[in-house]
């Protein structure tokens, strides 16, 4: 056991000294020692379960023979630090949250791990963790948030965020906006669309992380505690079998949760964490490699933000397997090797069919016949970007530009009613480096959607979105504005267009002119985690991360060269 490491042989009497000292006995000592990691927070609704779930998994790792070790992480919420600077924070926990992860489990030498994560980026960095350390592993999801109600209709977090918009546009009052967010989140849990947070949750199941139907549970659903005590169970199962997480990445299961993803119109953001992941993995997987998922694949799932319903109603519907079980019946998902020694498609065979709802169609009756996002590319995303298409299906769109050096900026602008019918929104220096951190801007989407924008303007950022956010947006831009990317020479009038068809996004301004006169913005941070994270980051076309191979190079830098005709 790689424990012994830390407890064997009597040079390890100081440690087992201290193991003693927290109840530890002989007997528990002698056992595998697996960690029991979650990203418990009282600070919002999305981890606020997970240290109960803690102990289900604790009791189902004893009653398997081993001894469980907890420990915690941090966890940012975006739903409360959206719109500020603390939404910088987000991105970059996800990597803090990995090499913690990392140094607590290799620091103490133990045996296995079962990662409990709630919100937006502790998923990815659950992944990423056990890509990253390769021992015998179990994810759980600790699960949706009941969607609230406000005048007999359902909602959740997403409405919120769209009533400021209305809010500011006059359309309603202060006690309405009040109302709704009363109304809005009920309890523990996180939130309720098929936001980031259910579809990265997806994404584990896909991989094969994580049991088939155990995310799917809601997080006050009475069988949760039973997933988590059969995942403490199921990590000793891994550990006697040496199943580790990287036999499950490999690019037949990347693809397939590509699919997954664009079958559900899931958020964007799970192309950035699905590049983290392969790279921790070392599996081959590029930005490039979603177009195909997104193109060949309809979205069957009818799924806030866009779509009617909730987490908990596809939950109701079958859940994740059964938008397998749909996928499989086409030929769209290919089988793969899951957490639990069953392939993919004997984990989606083996679960109950609901056989009346409404919420997950077959492949032949799709809502749409595409996934919601495209990869483009052209003179304003050399490296490449992502299209979020809007509900009502459009693919093109082209406007004049209104530039904005910030999302505050941006904000105010619509607020103040100053966007137009026809105007591209460009937000830019909110990049990794740039901003740092890559904010999401679901405050400026959700304001465009509450005034009734949302079809009638675009929005190019080299920040990213929610996964609440709907409408026609394009994110992701790389290389971003504080590395030299195009998207800093756009001034005020630029005409843009956006193709979803071509897959291009480009202006017919004098970019090579301009470049001439362009030098770098001074960092916005010069201390601290956020100043150190801009230091390190890589592209977004590579999934934003600080791993060693993702540093901007000098082939990104070239990549900007041959696309202008001038050095960047």
């Known amino acids: 056991m790689r424990s012994d490491l830390i407890k064997s042989g009597p040079d390890r009497a100081p440690a087992r000294a201290m193991m003693r000292a927290t109840g530890l006995d002989d007997a528990d000592i002698a056992k595998p020692l697996v960690a029991v990691v979650h990203t418990w927070s009282n600070v919002s609704p999305c981890n606020l379960n997970l240290r109960e779930l803690a102990e289900h998994v604790s009791a189902g790792i004893r009653a398997a023979g081993g001894t469980p070790i907890e420990f915690n992480t941090i966890a940012v919420t975006d739903?409360?630090?959206?719109?500020?600077?603390?939404?910088?924070?987000?991105?970059?926990?996800?990597?803090?949250?990995?090499?913690?992860?990392?140094?607590?489990?290799?620091?103490?030498?133990?045996?296995?791990?079962?990662?409990?994560?709630?919100?937006?980026?502790t998923i990815p960095a659950a992944a990423m963790a056990m890509a990253r350390l390769d021992i015998p592993a179990v994810a759980l999801y600790g699960g949706t948030i009941a969607h609230g109600t406000h005048d007999n209709h359902p909602i959740t977090l997403q409405q919120v965020f769209e009533a400021v918009g209305a809010h500011g546009a006059g359309k309603i009052d202060d006690a309405e906006l009040a109302s709704v967010e009363r109304d809005a989140c009920p309890g523990a849990g996180a939130c309720g669309g098929q936001f980031t947070a259910n579809t990265m949750a997806m994404v584990l199941t896909t991989?094969?992380?994580?049991?088939?139907?155990?995310?799917?549970?809601?997080?006050?659903?009475?069988?949760?505690?039973?997933?988590?005590?059969?995942?403490?169970?199921?990590?000793?199962?891994?550990?006697?079998?040496?199943?580790?997480?990287?036999?499950?990445?490999?690019?037949?299961?990347?693809?397939?949760?590509?699919?997954?993803?664009?079958?559900?119109?899931?958020?964007?953001?799970?192309?950035?964490?699905?590049?983290?992941?392969a790279r921790e993995a070392g599996a081959s997987w590029t930005l490039e490699d979603f177009e195909p998922a997104s193109k060949h694949t309809p979205v069957i799932a009818d799924l806030l933000p866009g779509g009617r319903y909730t987490a908990v109603e596809m939950f109701g519907a079958g859940g994740s397997a059964r938008v397998a079980q749909e996928l499989i019946a086409a030929g769209m998902l290919d089988d793969a090797p899951t957490v639990t020694g069953r392939s993919l498609f004997e984990e989606a065979e083996?679960?109950?069919?609901?056989?009346?709802?409404?919420?997950?169609?077959?492949?032949?009756?799709?809502?749409?016949?595409?996934?919601?996002?495209?990869?483009?590319?052209?003179?304003?995303?050399?490296?490449?970007?992502?299209?979020?298409?809007?509900?009502?299906?459009?693919?093109?769109?082209?406007?004049?530009?209104?530039?904005?050096?910030?999302?505050?900026?941006?904000?105010?602008?619509?607020?103040?009613?100053?966007?137009?019918?026809?105007?591209?929104?460009?937000?830019?220096?909110?990049?990794?480096?740039?901003g740092p951190g890559m904010r999401e801007m679901l405050g400026v989407t959700a304001a465009l959607i509450g005034r009734g924008l949302g079809d009638d303007v675009a929005l190019i950022t080299d920040g990213r979105f929610s996964g609440a956010t709907h409408g026609f947006m394009v994110g992701h831009i790389s290389p971003e504005a504080a590395r030299g990317g195009p998207i800093a020479l756009l001034r005020d009038g630029d005409r843009i267009r956006i193709d979803a068809g071509t897959r291009e996004i480009d202006t017919d301004a004098d970019l090579v002119d301009r470049r001439r006169h362009w030098s770098p913005p001074a960092p916005k941070v010069t201390r601290g985690a956020l100043a150190k994270y801009a230091r390190l980051v890589g592209s977004a076309s590579d999934g934003a991360t600080t791993h060693p191979d993702t540093h901007v190079s000098t082939s990104q830098r070239q990549h900007v060269t041959d696309n202008e005709g001038v050095t960047a």
């Open 350 to 434: 083996a679960a109950p069919r609901a056989e009346q709802q409404n919420v997950i169609l077959p492949v032949a009756q799709p809502i749409k016949p595409r996934g919601g996002y495209s990869i483009l590319y052209g003179n304003l995303a050399p490296e490449g970007c992502i299209l979020k298409l809007a509900g009502k299906g459009t693919s093109h769109f082209e406007g004049t530009a209104r530039v904005f050096e910030s999302e505050e900026q941006a904000f105010a602008a619509v607020q103040g009613g100053s966007i137009r019918k026809g105007d591209v929104l460009v937000i830019r220096n909110e990049g990794p480096a740039g």
């Open 79 to 121: 739903g409360i630090a959206m719109g500020t600077p603390g939404m910088r924070a987000s991105l970059i926990s996800r990597e803090v949250i990995t090499d913690s992860i990392e140094l607590a489990v290799d620091g103490h030498c133990l045996d296995a791990m079962v990662v409990l994560c709630g919100c937006d980026k």
């Open 207 to 277: 991989l094969g992380l994580s049991p088939m139907g155990f995310n799917d549970i809601p997080a006050t659903h009475p069988a949760k505690a039973a997933a988590a005590r059969r995942c403490g169970e199921l990590v000793m199962e891994c550990l006697a079998q040496q199943r580790s997480p990287r036999a499950l990445i490999n690019r037949t299961s990347l693809r397939n949760a590509a699919r997954m993803v664009a079958a559900t119109a899931g958020s964007t953001n799970a192309v950035l964490h699905l590049l983290a992941i």
